[in-house]
């Protein structure tokens, strides 16, 4: 099966001397284990059951060539560790949202989701609009060493949940609030405080007072990760910040040449 078939097929659904330089993934007869970091807390749901429901596709499409291990949230690697745990081979894969790379490129915030970008009406089309210019994303990954796909989506999110009312922009001023990619850096022209944390980490961080409120994804999961609490009680669900966040699968180059 083609490589890039086989990861676009699995995607969808939710040299020998190459492989010398990954951190020891058990090869024996062909067969390949191969480890997964992700960003999610273990069974959270959508991201982290995605997360796990693509490895199984993968290891099934694989015919017995790969073991996909899924490691979740701190497992292995830190929440937000992923981008380089699959980049200097520590994990063949990794799956997460690519805006909390802002700081490898900028470039990252198209892939998952921008403030005013693609509503979630267009979600179906816009796996055709980013899958197509494939070069682009191998252009921006390339230096490194990693291979983006898509790999979900979560639908629109909320703006999140707030310790206090805000009732105009001013209320914004001061606070302290958990919420990656491109929405942190309005959120600080308005005065605000961005903090960039892992989905687990955001309960803890609330319950201390280290955040005032947070962003996640949505009433059901913002539920399950304990943010809707006493600590952020109150919610503002219309938001443009991410209109349609989408999810990547990162994939190592070493590890992708080994597909042939």
């Known amino acids: 099966m083609k490589r890039r078939s086989f990861l676009k097929t699995a995607a ?3 040299s020998a001397a190459a492989a010398s330089n990954l951190s020891s993934p058990a090869i024996s007869q062909g067969f390949k284990e191969w480890r997964m970091v992700t960003s999610w807390p273990k069974g959270l749901p959508g991201l982290g ?22 490691y979740s949230a701190g497992e292995l690697v830190p929440p937000l560790g992923t981008f380089d745990a699959v980049a200097d081979g520590t994990a063949q894969l990794g799956h997460d949202a690519a805006y909390y790379h802002l ?18 009406k267009r979600n179906r ?5 980013w899958q197509r210019p494939r070069t682009l994303w191998d252009e921006l990954y390339k230096p490194f060493g990693i291979r983006g796909f898509l790999a979900g989506n979560t639908g629109t999110q909320m703006l999140g949940w707030f310790s206090k009312e805000i009732n105009s922009v001013d209320d914004l001023k001061g606070l ?12 600080r022209k308005l005065g605000a405080t961005p903090v960039v944390l892992a989905g687990g980490e955001i309960f803890p961080a609330l319950q201390s007072g280290a ?16 943010i809707s609490t006493r600590s952020a009680n109150i919610t503002i669900l219309t938001a443009t910040t991410s209109p349609a966040p989408r999810l990547q699968l990162m994939v190592n180059e070493e590890a992708w040449a080994i597909l042939g």
Request: proline content about 4%.
């Open 176 to 187: 302290k609030f958990r919420a990656p990619g491109n929405q942190g850096k309005i959120l």
């Open 49 to 70: 059951t995605g997360a796990e429901r693509l490895a199984e596709r993968i290891t099934a499409l694989s015919g017995g060539r790969i073991a996909v291990k899924v």
């Open 125 to 129: 089309s816009l796996g055709s609009v």
């Open 12 to 14: 969808a659904g939710g």
């Open 103 to 120: 700081g490898k490129s900028e470039g990252c915030a198209f892939y998952t989701s921008f403030p005013w970008g693609f509503h979630r």
């Open 211 to 226: 955040i005032d409120g947070a962003e996640w994804v949505g009433p059901y999961n913002d539920s399950v990760a304990r």
